[in-house]
């Protein structure tokens, strides 16, 4: 099983500012098959970033993602006030389960 | 766009039983896998169960296993979690959500149903 561990728990920015989140798996993620999702208070976790770096459908381009084999970042460029949730990261490299980090919770400083 | 909605949550005894049923729509349901995945009070995600497209594959988290079934009826666009033996730590936050493969992310996601395990 691929524990993944995110960093920092929380990260207490201001509006404008960069976001640096990373994600680190316990063994390397095959083929960089991994997610990002936003979860905001009483929502639904919503697909930012698929296959380590590919941004999903509608996703402004303030969002990216990068990394391979252990070490994954999600960088959001500027902040906007909507940004402050909850951040998640998964991976799906097709062997069960298909663990989530624990969360990184973006809070507004 | 797609759309999934869950349904069937609800409070049950501590060794109970509860099916759980999360109703598609918007895209071709019998082109995609399903799983389910939960989120305790407070906590972060957890998946939980997962069912290929034509439902001749599922896998389970190891602690649900032999106490959870996933199966789905494509002819009504619907997929199930029927839950057993329940016990507390099963209380959660229900989601279902889609993903192409199993080689892909979850990119359609349900708003939830809530199962509470309590006496």
């Known amino acids: 099983e691929i524990v993944l561990t995110q960093s920092p728990g929380t990260l207490s920015l201001s509006p404008g500012e960069r976001a640096t989140l990373s994600c680190r798996a316990s063994q390397s993620v095959r083929n960089s098959y991994l997610a990002w999702y936003q979860q905001r208070p009483g929502q639904a976790p919503r697909l930012l970033i698929y296959?380590?770096?590919s941004r999903a459908t509608g996703i402004p381009d303030r969002f990216s993602g990068s990394g391979s084999g252990t070490d994954f970042t999600l960088t959001i460029s500027r902040l906007e006030p909507e940004d402050f949730a909850v951040y998640y990261c998964?991976?799906?490299?097709?062997?069960?389960?298909?663990?989530f980090g624990q969360g990184t919770k973006l809070e507004i400083k | 766009q797609g759309q999934l909605e869950e349904s069937g949550g609800g409070v049950v005894q501590p060794g109970k039983s509860l099916r759980l049923s999360c109703a598609a729509s918007?895209?071709?349901?019998?082109?995609?896998?399903m799983h389910w995945v939960r989120q305790a009070p407070g906590k972060g995600l957890e998946w939980v169960a997962a069912?290929?497209?034509?439902?001749?594959?599922?896998e389970y988290l190891d602690s649900v296993k032999g106490r959870f079934t996933i199966s789905r009826d494509n002819s009504k666009n619907t997929l199930y979690l029927q839950m057993s033996s329940l016990r507390g730590d099963d209380t959660a936050l229900y989601f279902c959500?889609?993903?192409?493969?199993?080689?892909?992310?979850?990119?359609?996601w349900g708003r939830g149903t809530v199962v509470t395990v309590s006496a």
């Open positions: 998964q991976q799906y490299d097709g062997s069960p389960p298909f663990t």
């Open positions: 959500a889609t993903s192409s493969s199993w080689y892909d992310a979850f990119d359609i």
């Open positions: 296959d380590a770096s």
């Open positions: 918007g895209f071709i349901f019998n082109t995609y896998g």
């Open positions: 069912i290929s497209h034509d439902g001749g594959n599922t």
